[in-house]
Structure formats: structure tokens, C-alpha cells
């Protein structure tokens, strides 16, 4: 890998990273010059399902968003996109009652995030009729 050329790795980095996102998180923990080479990759496609995920990956948003404006301007880019208020695993009910408060603010903050770059949303909500309306409404006012 030593004597593999950096462009040579962002192409590998690129075809590795369309997976639902556990390739690149699996890339940024090799190394610190796999973590900043991979970086621009690494969310390419990505699943995030239930409040906790979200809620982790908004908080890694707000770090990413602060940082690429302050260091570097690459920025990783989203370009499949699967969203789920529920969780595949089993969820508490305390994260069925955060996420009727909380899930609001980190649909949006995902998506506005991605909008720009993205090509393909999955969008599946389970909340009850009236939330998952109001959820599946503001996906409206973002512009892609």
C-alpha cells in the first residue's frame, strides 16, 4: 500500500464505500491516512435506521460540517440514502418517545446535508399515521 499511489486508493476507496456505510467507518479506523483518504468516500452510501443512529450520525454531521469549513473543504458526500425512524433491532420505549421529539430535527439536518449530492432517498416511516405524515411533509420543503 506504501507505493500505491493516493489516486489509486481514492478509486479503491470509491467502489468499497457502497455499502450502507460499515465499510467506511471500517476504513477510518485503519489509519489516520486511510481515515483522510477514504474520508470523501465514506458516506457514498449510507442506512441509517432508528433514533439512536440518527441521533449518532447527526452529531458526526455537526463535527464533519464544522470542520470541513474550518480545515479542509472536502466534505463527504451522500449519494444513496436510506432513512428509517424505526430501528432493525429491537427499540426501548423511552427511543419511541425520543424519537417522536427528536427524529424531526435530525431527518432534517440529514437531509439537508445530502440534498445537494444525493441520487436515490429511502425514505420509510413507521411513527404513527400523523407523525409519519408530518415527517414525510417536511422532506418536502428541502431542496434537492
Known amino acids: 500500500m506504501d507505493q500505491c499511489p493516493p489516486e489509486i486508493h481514492a478509486i479503491i476507496f470509491a467502489f468499497a464505500c457502497t455499502d450502507d456505510g460499515r465499510t467506511g467507518v471500517a476504513l477510518s479506523q485503519v489509519s489516520r491516512y486511510f481515515r483522510q483518504a477514504s474520508a470523501p468516500h465514506q458516506w457514498y452510501s449510507l442506512a441509517i435506521s432508528g433514533i439512536t443512529q440518527a441521533r449518532k450520525f447527526s452529531q458526526r454531521l455537526a463535527d464533519v460540517v464544522e470542520s470541513s469549513t474550518s480545515k479542509s473543504p472536502l466534505r463527504p458526500v451522500v449519494r444513496h440514502l436510506f432513512l428509517s425512524d424505526r430501528a432493525v433491532h429491537h427499540q426501548d420505549q423511552d427511543d419511541w418517545l425520543a424519537s417522536e421529539v427528536e427524529w ?3 431527518q432534517s439536518a440529514i437531509l439537508r446535508y ?6 436515490t432517498l429511502s425514505l420509510s416511516l413507521f411513527d404513527a399515521f400523523f407523525n409519519s405524515a408530518i415527517y414525510a411533509s417536511a422532506v418536502l420543503d428541502i431542496r434537492f
Do not use: D, G, I, W
Open 114 to 119: 445530502a440534498a445537494p449530492t444525493l441520487e
Open 104 to 106: 424531526p430535527s435530525y
